[in-house]
């Protein structure tokens, strides 16, 4: 990969905006408006493709500047897949990190990818992928969710309970109850202080 090709990766979006308005001005006249989804769309893969590329080196630097576009820089549906579909080619810390991201993406077209890295022989990854199911999962998560909130090392069980905590969508409040139910003491007090946490007071009454 030559060093120039990084240029749209280092430049501010603010820089990237005025050289997107000038090319624009210039050649907007004589592109077609299916040439210019095409250019899009060409660009757009080039990009996932130089960020993906970042992820799997070894420089830390720029992995960490890669993971800023993870983050939202480079939307859609079809960046989150590839960006999740490298998972299982990182090192362990590049795994955490990069699931960490695409919590913080929110875009639930990870979720699948990111389940698996709970197989993870590293528990930082574990407690990473338990964390990123705040924002990517659902009700249907809950059981997972509740399992791990008094069971593993300190880290999962944090991150399983601040993710039961963050989840949202129809549903959660009563999968959470339900998950109380013949639960052992140490997991229903942690799912006492979610549902105390998630100010679900219509459930309260029925524990």
């Known amino acids: 990969m030559s060093w120039h090709r990084l240029g749209p990766l280092r430049a501010p979006r603010s820089a990237w905006f005025g050289l997107a308005v000038a090319t624009g001005l210039l050649l907007g006249q ?94 930082a990854v574990r407690a990473a992928a338990l964390g990123a199911l705040g924002a990517l999962g659902g009700a249907d998560d809950v059981p997972l969710l509740a399992k791990h909130a008094a069971e593993g090392s300190e880290a999962e069980t944090a991150a399983a309970q601040k993710a039961l905590k963050r989840l949202r969508g129809d549903g959660v409040d009563d999968a959470v109850l339900a998950a109380l139910k013949g639960a052992e003491p140490a997991r229903k007090a942690a799912l006492l202080g979610v549902l105390a946490a998630r100010n679900a007071r219509q459930a309260l009454p029925d524990v």
């Not at 939202?72 to 960006?83: C, D, I, M, S, V």
């Not at 990190?97 to 528990?123: F, H, N, P, Q």
């Open 30 to 123: 004589f592109a077609s408006p299916a040439v210019s989804r095409a250019q899009d769309a060409d660009d757009d893969a080039a990009q996932i493709e130089m960020v993906v590329g970042l992820l799997k080196g070894d420089d830390r630097d720029m992995r960490a500047l890669a993971l800023q576009y993870v983050r939202g820089e480079l939307a859609g549906e079809k960046a989150t897949r590839q960006f999740a579909a490298i998972l299982p080619d990182l090192a362990p810390d590049a795994q955490a990190a990069l699931i960490e991201a695409l919590g913080e993406r929110g875009d639930a077209a990870a979720r699948a990818d990111v389940l698996k890295m709970l197989e993870s022989e590293t528990a």
